[in-house]
């Protein structure tokens, strides 16, 4: 067994990714030895190379980025699960499936999510290269904990199943675990990225009745549509809750939900939310950003506000609830998806995902 790699590095200060060699620790115990076969690259992962989500704090350089891809175990610790060949999909949330909050129906927010970035392996020069997301996807091969990894038994292409362990359990889950409209609901969607499209699928799948899609970038909008937005409102157009209030008899949506990725967005879904409404929010900006409501409305006037980490993903139920939608042909994944390119051209893939012009680019071989 090769224990070198390839991986994507980020160095401090860096604004692009190197690709070099890594000789991958040895597994621990419960640790599996994964090949990538497609990443998916989330824009998330720009903000953490520019520094956003507290990377250049936490001091911890040379990193490997990555959180959502579907690959093979080729080895694995002692006490791992999964035999070699095993097809799995991988999400930077874990579930040890023996924490409170893994036994409390909460697994979304198991103790072993955000620990200390874990070392994947070192550099020629000897520096170890450590995984925030504990996951180093962006790489052609990884070391990760067994409870971060699922089989998978569907025969879906991996560009797909590459989008599992982030985009569609964030995106649909937030509508499908979270919000949950009932059929004929209005719902609001605030971001067509990667998420907000997943949202805006899982919506029309369940049957909401007006979903309106909020975005400045005419090309998203246009991709909203595709994938199911009754309603389509460009925020340059003028005052965008306006517009949300005139598409539901002036009261607001049923359902908003938040995936712009910024602190406008957050405050944007709340206020375009109706009264007695459900709010749900994924967007995570910066590690000490605050969002302002105001309390009047916060606290009298019904709302719901409702966190969606991962879309409150448990993994093993929303692959049996989502990936049959997937089969089924119930969802556009051509829309969904970005150029797939290799891992040496992953700053062009940066830039599809930075420059919005691809939803998902996949990184592939
Ligand atoms: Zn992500
Ligand atoms: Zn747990």
């Known amino acids: 067994m090769t ?32 090949d990538i076969a497609a990443s998916a690259f989330c824009y998330s992962d720009w903000l953490a190379l520019r520094g956003d989500t507290g990377l250049p704090e936490l001091g911890i ?14 080895d694995g610790g002692a006490d791992a699960r999964y035999p070699a060949g095993t097809r799995v999909v991988i999400s930077a949330t874990p579930e040890c499936g023996e924490c409170f909050w893994c036994r409390s129906g909460h697994k979304d927010q198991c103790e072993m999510l955000f620990v200390p970035a874990p070392v994947l392996g070192t550099l020629d020069d000897g520096s170890e290269v450590r995984m925030p997301g504990a996951s180093g996807t962006y790489a052609q091969r990884t070391v990760i904990r067994d409870m971060q990894v699922w089989p998978v038994h569907h025969d879906l292409p991996d560009e797909w199943l590459a989008m599992m362990g982030c985009g569609i359990v964030s995106g649909m889950g937030a509508v499908a675990n979270v919000a949950r409209p009932e059929p004929g609901a209005s719902v609001v969607v605030v971001g067509c990225g990667q ?31 595709r994938v199911g937005a009754t309603d389509v409102v460009d925020p340059a157009d ?128």
């Open 61 to 74: 350089y040379p990193v490997v980025l990555g959180h959502s891809a579907v690959g093979t175990v080729v």
């Open 195 to 225: 998420v907000g499209l997943w949202m805006i699928q899982a919506a029309r799948i369940l049957g909401a009745g007006r979903i309106i899609a909020v975005e400045p970038i005419a090309a998203r909008r246009a991709l909203a549509a």
């Open 3 to 34: 224990t070198k790699t390839r991986a994507a590095i980020v160095r401090d200060g860096a604004t692009a990714f190197s690709v070099e060699t890594v000789t991958l620790r040895d597994p621990g115990p419960r640790d599996v030895v994964v």
């Open 238 to 365: 003028g005052d965008p809750g306006e517009a949300v209030r005139a598409l539901t008899e002036g009261r607001g949506a049923d359902y908003g939900l938040d995936a712009g990725a910024t602190i406008d967005s957050v405050q944007q879904a709340f206020a375009f939310t109706r009264l007695g409404g459900v709010v749900t929010l994924t967007s995570y900006v910066r590690r000490d950003s605050r969002v302002d409501f105001p309390l009047f409305d916060l606290a009298l006037r019904g709302r719901d506000v409702r966190s969606s980490q991962s879309g409150r993903l448990d993994m093993r139920r929303d692959l049996a609830q989502f990936l049959p939608w997937l089969q089924r042909g119930l969802v556009d994944v051509d829309a969904m998806l970005g150029g797939i390119r290799p891992l040496d051209r992953i700053d062009e893939t940066l830039a599809a995902a930075r420059d919005r012009t691809e939803v998902t680019p996949i990184i592939a071989g």
